[in-house]
């Protein structure tokens, strides 16, 4: 079977992962490296780039060209509304869903210089560090995960915002020192953290690498995904929503917020839910999230983003 993915070094890891895992189970793979469109452009911000799914739209493409069988992507960049023809066929256990923040000289969040430069290319991670140091200076950064703790090191930046689970995926934990933000004040991503494999619907590929699938992390990744469901503006938006089983199971916890770029705005939803009517509260939640005025700050966020790249 043919695995198409991304040529970055952390696109290869995960796609290694997935590789590993099917070998054990006797599937034979080779590997088809795909440059897109948000690996092309790379002098830009994430959000001026071809829309929502930059990742994921050509890999679709090349699957339903027939040229091939798999896909593997980082599951915060796949779109909400996916082609029906390409199903998700596993969601891999779950690594870190959090944030960390690495700084040049080892100096933690709370203890930076006013002034301090943090760079970052994720907009929401730019809004939450402005609501909780509105002191510090974000600054755009873009590049693969190597690049950017060489723009750190190179003394370009005082801190460097990334996803704990690509350090995890590259074998780095021990080798980077990076402080766990805390989710109460950094909610993650939805589904951050977490590998997804697409395949074409009703194909071997597909059954084979259902196999794959973690049972928990799909419940806990689709959550997350209703809670953001009627909001609109996907991962080009600062939006959050992070869910968690907790004890033995029963229980799940749903978070979600909506902010404004500059932070100074926050719409936001905590609560306990069963896991039995997790779904419908998850859809209630999310209704209940854009109806209190998310909807209008992810409206606001686009348009100022809109007027941003046309130089309005």
Known sequence: MIIGTRGSALAVAQTKTVERLLKERGVKTTRQIIKTVGDRFTDRPLHAVSGVGAFVRELDEVMLAGNIDLAVHSMKDMPTIRPKEIPTAAVLVR???????????????DELPEGAIIGTSSLRRAA???????????????????????????????????????LERMGWVDKVQAEILNPDFFCPSPNQ???????????????????????????????????????????????????????R?????????????????TVKIDELVSARTSLEKARELGAKLANSGGRELVKAALQALSEENCGC
């Open 193 to 247: 953290g977490t590998i997804a494999v697409s395949a074409r619907a009703g194909t071997e590929a597909e059954k084979a690498v259902s196999s794959l699938d973690h049972p928990k992390t799909r419940i806990e990744t689709e959550l997350e995904r209703l809670l953001i469901a009627e909001l609109g503006g996907g991962c080009t938006t600062p939006v959050a929503s992070y869910a968690t089983f907790l004890g």
């Open 128 to 166: 939450q560090m402005r609501r909780y140091r509105p002191d510090l200076v974000i600054q755009e950064l873009r590049g693969n995960i190597n690049t950017r703790l060489r723009k750190l090191r190179e003394g370009k930046y005082d801190g460097i915002l990334l996803a704990r689970a690509g």
């Open 95 to 109: 690594d870190s869903p959090f944030d960390v923040l690495i700084s040049y000289d080892g100096t933690e969040l």
């Open 249 to 265: 199971g029963d229980k799940i916890r749903l978070r979600a917020e909506v902010l404004a770029l500059d932070g100074t705005e």
